[in-house]
Protein backbone atom coordinates (compact mmCIF):
# COMPACT_ATOMS: atom_id res chain seq x y z
CA UNK A 1 0.00 0.00 0.00
CA UNK A 2 1.15 3.51 -0.79
CA UNK A 3 2.65 5.05 2.22
CA UNK A 4 2.55 8.80 0.97
CA UNK A 5 0.40 11.97 0.62
CA UNK A 6 0.84 14.06 -1.82
CA UNK A 7 -1.26 17.67 -3.22
CA UNK A 8 -3.88 16.43 -5.86
CA UNK A 9 -3.28 19.47 -7.96
CA UNK A 10 -1.00 22.22 -8.18
CA UNK A 11 -0.07 24.98 -11.05
CA UNK A 12 3.14 26.54 -11.60
CA UNK A 13 3.91 29.34 -14.50
CA UNK A 14 6.21 28.23 -17.31
CA UNK A 15 9.97 29.19 -16.57
CA UNK A 16 9.15 29.33 -12.46
CA UNK A 17 10.41 26.53 -10.10
CA UNK A 18 7.58 24.01 -9.13
CA UNK A 19 8.04 22.36 -6.08
CA UNK A 20 6.11 19.02 -5.09
CA UNK A 21 5.80 18.12 -1.51
CA UNK A 22 5.61 14.39 -0.36
CA UNK A 23 4.87 13.41 3.17
CA UNK A 24 5.85 9.78 3.82
CA UNK A 25 5.82 10.38 8.15
CA UNK A 26 5.73 6.62 8.56
CA UNK A 27 9.13 5.68 6.22
CA UNK A 28 11.19 3.06 7.48
CA UNK A 29 15.22 3.44 8.05
CA UNK A 30 16.18 1.26 4.62
CA UNK A 31 13.53 3.09 2.41
CA UNK A 32 14.17 4.99 -0.34
CA UNK A 33 12.13 8.18 -1.89
CA UNK A 34 11.46 8.01 -5.79
CA UNK A 35 9.94 10.16 -8.03
CA UNK A 36 8.19 9.18 -10.93
CA UNK A 37 6.33 11.29 -13.62
CA UNK A 38 3.48 10.04 -15.85
CA UNK A 39 2.18 12.85 -19.06
CA UNK A 40 -0.76 11.58 -20.32
CA UNK A 41 -0.81 8.40 -22.00
CA UNK A 42 2.45 7.24 -21.28
CA UNK A 43 4.30 4.81 -19.30
CA UNK A 44 5.66 6.44 -15.65
CA UNK A 45 9.14 8.01 -15.99
CA UNK A 46 11.50 7.95 -13.65
CA UNK A 47 12.95 11.11 -12.44
CA UNK A 48 15.48 10.83 -9.48
CA UNK A 49 15.83 9.00 -5.86
CA UNK A 50 17.41 9.56 -2.23
CA UNK A 51 18.22 8.27 1.04
CA UNK A 52 18.42 11.08 3.37
CA UNK A 53 20.39 13.32 1.18
CA UNK A 54 19.56 15.57 -1.18
CA UNK A 55 20.27 14.87 -4.76
CA UNK A 56 20.07 16.52 -7.98
CA UNK A 57 19.92 15.36 -11.39
CA UNK A 58 19.50 16.86 -15.42
CA UNK A 59 15.85 16.64 -14.41
CA UNK A 60 14.70 17.85 -10.97
CA UNK A 61 16.34 18.12 -7.45
CA UNK A 62 15.18 15.82 -4.54
CA UNK A 63 15.25 18.01 -0.94
CA UNK A 64 14.57 15.35 1.97
CA UNK A 65 13.97 16.41 5.64
CA UNK A 66 16.30 15.79 8.05
CA UNK A 67 13.92 13.52 9.76
CA UNK A 68 12.80 11.76 6.51
CA UNK A 69 9.49 12.31 6.97
CA UNK A 70 9.07 14.35 3.98
CA UNK A 71 10.19 15.09 0.95
CA UNK A 72 10.33 17.98 -1.88
CA UNK A 73 10.81 17.64 -5.35
CA UNK A 74 12.16 20.82 -7.02
CA UNK A 75 11.59 21.18 -11.22
CA UNK A 76 14.25 24.58 -11.47
CA UNK A 77 12.62 25.96 -14.19
CA UNK A 78 8.96 24.08 -15.15
CA UNK A 79 8.24 23.82 -19.15
CA UNK A 80 4.46 23.33 -20.71
CA UNK A 81 6.47 19.54 -21.48
CA UNK A 82 6.69 19.19 -17.56
CA UNK A 83 2.34 19.17 -17.40
CA UNK A 84 2.19 15.35 -15.77
CA UNK A 85 0.99 13.58 -12.53
CA UNK A 86 4.04 13.78 -10.43
CA UNK A 87 4.27 10.41 -8.02
CA UNK A 88 6.16 10.14 -4.58
CA UNK A 89 7.25 6.45 -3.67
CA UNK A 90 8.88 5.49 -0.60
CA UNK A 91 10.45 1.46 -1.10
CA UNK A 92 13.26 -0.43 0.05
CA UNK A 93 16.22 -0.08 -2.31
CA UNK A 94 16.02 -3.12 -4.51
CA UNK A 95 13.51 -6.28 -4.86
CA UNK A 96 10.58 -4.83 -3.79
CA UNK A 97 7.58 -3.66 -5.08
CA UNK A 98 6.70 -0.20 -5.87
CA UNK A 99 2.99 1.20 -4.79
CA UNK A 100 1.70 4.22 -6.37
CA UNK A 101 -0.19 6.74 -4.50
CA UNK A 102 -2.70 9.37 -6.20
CA UNK A 103 0.23 11.89 -6.95
CA UNK A 104 0.00 15.31 -7.69
CA UNK A 105 -1.07 16.64 -10.82
CA UNK A 106 0.78 19.88 -11.97
CA UNK A 107 -0.16 21.89 -14.63
CA UNK A 108 2.34 24.58 -16.12
CA UNK A 109 0.59 27.52 -16.69
CA UNK A 110 2.04 29.51 -20.02
CA UNK B 1 18.08 1.74 -19.21
CA UNK B 2 15.80 -1.23 -20.25
CA UNK B 3 13.12 -1.02 -23.01
CA UNK B 4 10.21 -2.65 -23.10
CA UNK B 5 7.42 -3.45 -25.39
CA UNK B 6 3.94 -4.27 -24.97
CA UNK B 7 1.31 -5.67 -27.18
CA UNK B 8 -0.62 -4.90 -28.32
CA UNK B 9 -0.72 -1.35 -27.44
CA UNK B 10 -4.61 -1.39 -27.44
CA UNK B 11 -7.60 -3.49 -28.08
CA UNK B 12 -11.67 -3.42 -28.16
CA UNK B 13 -13.00 -6.85 -26.89
CA UNK B 14 -16.22 -8.25 -26.11
CA UNK B 15 -17.87 -9.45 -22.81
CA UNK B 16 -16.80 -12.78 -21.65
CA UNK B 17 -13.72 -12.99 -23.79
CA UNK B 18 -10.27 -13.17 -22.12
CA UNK B 19 -6.83 -11.15 -23.95
CA UNK B 20 -3.19 -11.73 -23.67
CA UNK B 21 -1.15 -9.57 -23.07
CA UNK B 22 2.76 -10.03 -24.18
CA UNK B 23 5.92 -7.78 -22.43
CA UNK B 24 9.09 -7.94 -24.23
CA UNK B 25 12.21 -7.05 -22.42
CA UNK B 26 15.45 -6.20 -24.27
CA UNK B 27 17.86 -7.14 -21.22
CA UNK B 28 17.74 -10.35 -18.82
CA UNK B 29 15.73 -8.72 -15.52
CA UNK B 30 14.36 -10.90 -12.32
CA UNK B 31 11.17 -8.92 -11.71
CA UNK B 32 8.41 -8.19 -13.26
CA UNK B 33 5.95 -6.29 -12.53
CA UNK B 34 2.37 -5.70 -13.94
CA UNK B 35 0.07 -2.77 -12.99
CA UNK B 36 -3.81 -1.34 -13.88
CA UNK B 37 -4.18 1.78 -14.34
CA UNK B 38 -8.30 2.83 -14.63
CA UNK B 39 -9.63 5.84 -16.29
CA UNK B 40 -8.45 8.88 -14.34
CA UNK B 41 -6.89 6.69 -11.31
CA UNK B 42 -3.20 5.52 -10.33
CA UNK B 43 -1.38 2.65 -10.72
CA UNK B 44 -2.49 -0.25 -8.86
CA UNK B 45 0.14 -3.35 -8.94
CA UNK B 46 -1.69 -6.62 -9.66
CA UNK B 47 1.32 -9.24 -9.27
CA UNK B 48 4.74 -9.50 -9.09
CA UNK B 49 6.34 -12.06 -11.97
CA UNK B 50 9.41 -13.69 -11.28
CA UNK B 51 11.26 -16.58 -13.71
CA UNK B 52 10.59 -19.80 -12.71
CA UNK B 53 8.44 -19.06 -9.95
CA UNK B 54 4.38 -18.76 -9.63
CA UNK B 55 3.56 -14.74 -9.98
CA UNK B 56 2.81 -13.60 -6.19
CA UNK B 57 -0.96 -11.50 -6.58
CA UNK B 58 -1.44 -8.04 -4.60
CA UNK B 59 -4.85 -7.71 -2.65
CA UNK B 60 -7.87 -8.19 -4.81
CA UNK B 61 -5.96 -9.95 -8.22
CA UNK B 62 -6.59 -13.83 -8.30
CA UNK B 63 -4.37 -15.99 -10.66
CA UNK B 64 -7.87 -17.18 -12.39
CA UNK B 65 -8.64 -13.81 -13.54
CA UNK B 66 -5.46 -12.71 -14.15
CA UNK B 67 -3.08 -15.48 -14.71
CA UNK B 68 0.81 -14.53 -15.63
CA UNK B 69 3.33 -16.25 -17.23
CA UNK B 70 7.36 -15.96 -16.89
CA UNK B 71 8.72 -18.56 -19.56
CA UNK B 72 12.30 -16.62 -19.33
CA UNK B 73 14.40 -13.42 -18.04
CA UNK B 74 12.78 -11.41 -20.90
CA UNK B 75 9.38 -12.42 -21.33
CA UNK B 76 5.89 -12.29 -19.43
CA UNK B 77 2.35 -12.67 -20.15
CA UNK B 78 -0.33 -11.11 -18.42
CA UNK B 79 -4.09 -12.74 -19.39
CA UNK B 80 -7.42 -10.68 -18.62
CA UNK B 81 -10.01 -13.71 -18.55
CA UNK B 82 -13.62 -13.47 -18.36
CA UNK B 83 -13.44 -9.56 -19.17
CA UNK B 84 -16.41 -7.12 -18.36
CA UNK B 85 -16.68 -3.78 -18.65
CA UNK B 86 -14.89 -2.95 -15.50
CA UNK B 87 -11.65 -4.70 -16.76
CA UNK B 88 -11.23 -1.25 -19.28
CA UNK B 89 -8.15 0.23 -18.39
CA UNK B 90 -4.14 0.39 -19.07
CA UNK B 91 -2.38 -2.86 -18.26
CA UNK B 92 1.40 -1.57 -17.94
CA UNK B 93 4.77 -3.34 -17.75
CA UNK B 94 7.35 -2.68 -15.92
CA UNK B 95 10.94 -4.08 -14.83
CA UNK B 96 13.65 -3.04 -12.40
CA UNK B 97 16.42 -1.75 -13.74
CA UNK B 98 19.43 -3.99 -13.26
CA UNK B 99 22.49 -2.93 -14.67
CA UNK B 100 23.53 0.30 -12.72
CA UNK B 101 21.55 -0.83 -9.72
CA UNK B 102 19.83 2.16 -9.09
CA UNK B 103 16.30 0.10 -8.02
CA UNK B 104 14.47 2.62 -10.60
CA UNK B 105 11.69 0.89 -12.24
CA UNK B 106 11.49 1.05 -16.17
CA UNK B 107 7.55 0.83 -17.97
CA UNK B 108 6.69 0.01 -21.24
CA UNK B 109 3.79 2.29 -23.07
CA UNK B 110 0.73 0.06 -21.83
CA UNK B 111 -1.79 -1.09 -23.58
CA UNK B 112 -5.40 0.15 -23.60
CA UNK B 113 -8.34 -2.10 -23.39
CA UNK B 114 -11.42 -1.26 -23.86
CA UNK B 115 -14.41 -4.24 -23.35
CA UNK B 116 -18.18 -3.85 -24.45
Known amino acids: DAKTTQPPSMDCAEGRAANLPCNHS???????VYWYRQIHSQGPQYIIH???NNETNEMASLIITEDRKSSTLILPHATLRDTAVYYC???????????FGTGTSLTVIP | SAVISQKPSRDICQRGTSLTIQCQVD?????MFWYRQQPGQSLTLIAT?????????ESGFVIDKFPISRPNLTFSTLTVSNMSPEDSSIYLC?????????????FGEGSRLTVL
Open chain 2, 94 to 106: SVEEQSTGSGELF
Open chain 1, 26 to 32: TISGNEY
Open chain 1, 50 to 52: GLK
Open chain 1, 89 to 99: IVRPYTGNQFY
Open chain 2, 27 to 31: SQVTM
Open chain 2, 49 to 57: ANQGSEATY
